[in-house]
């Protein structure tokens, strides 16, 4: 799933091609009825973007924003396998093509989704779909005491607390076993037995973990593609997430794979306690 790193190379690639071009023909895929989310009327959906221009292309956690000249803001999710590819020249023969967006230069905005899992909205007030999210770790919101006493007290591993989007907004899988790996905390401790120092560390950690892959355009180990349609390389520069019974890069320790919420959850057990 594309996590705040991918959101944010799609978003920077994406900037530069659309502020200022206007919409002018779009068409939603049957296959994919749920797509628009707001307004749930594929006809309605395309009337509020048609006609309109770009104002700016902006992100919240793992939402796109994207500021229409009427007020209303553009918003997408690209949930599992969901990829926005800007396309210079005609239309790719893509069958996972579910929609796309003509561009008053003659260009598309072309969207791809496998699994058929992403969603966009168009509304009037941008906090109607991302006002709950929680602080933007690389905007300086998150701070370590905000982060601590959003863990204190809570029973539930920090690895599942890291993926609660109201916790931290951006975070997803791959990330929170980086971030949590670098801090040299275990995923596995409860939220509340966090100290003082170790929500220091996991609030930096945190931050270098999202800045490095974003340096390496994300992390591709499935679906994931960007803006212009080529996959991320942060998988080549990972610690432990899906490196189980390989070496860890710090201590050497085999790194043991485990189920933390349901998810697939990795870890060393030597350097994180
Ligand atoms: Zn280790």
């Known amino acids: 799933m594309p996590e705040l790193p991918e959101v944010e190379t ?9 502020v200022g ?19 749930p009327d594929a006809a309605a959906f395309a009337s509020l973007l048609v006609g309109r221009r770009i104002a700016s292309v902006g992100r919240r956690g793992k939402y796109l924003l994207i500021p229409l000249d009427d ?38 905005l072309c969207y791809r989704d496998v699994r058929k899992l992403g969603r966009m909205w168009v509304v009037a007030d941008a906090e109607q779909v991302v006002g709950k999210l929680g602080p933007e770790p690389l905007a300086g919101a998150l701070s370590p005491e905000a982060l601590r006493r959003s863990l204190a007290g809570r029973r539930a591993p920090v690895k599942a607390l890291l993926l609660d989007q109201r916790l931290v907004a951006g975070l997803g899988n791959i990330y929170a076993d980086e971030a949590l790996h670098e801090a040299g905390i275990s995923p596995l401790r409860p939220g509340g037995s966090i100290a003082p120092d170790e929500a220091e560390r996991l609030c930096a950690a945190i931050g270098r973990v999202l800045q490095r892959a974003i340096g390496h355009g994300g992390t591709s180990f499935f679906a994931y593609l960007d803006a212009r349609g080529e996959r991320g390389r942060h998988q080549l520069h990972v610690g432990v997430y899906r490196r189980q ?7 050497g320790t085999a790194v043991a794979r485990v189920r933390v919420a349901g998810r697939s959850t990795h870890y060393c057990p030597g350097c994180q306690v």
């Open 245 to 251: 019974g390989e070496p860890c890069p710090r201590c």
């Open 21 to 39: 071009r206007a919409i002018v023909d779009t068409w939603l895929s049957p296959e994919m009825p749920a797509l628009p989310a707001w307004p």
């Open 71 to 108: 007020g209303n803001t553009w918003i997408v999710h690209l949930r599992m396998t969901g990829a926005l590819i800007h396309c210079r020249e005609g239309l790719p023969e893509d069958r996972f093509l579910r929609a796309w967006f003509r561009l008053d230069d003659g260009s598309h």
């Open 10 to 18: 799609i978003r920077s690639q994406l900037e530069p091609l659309l």
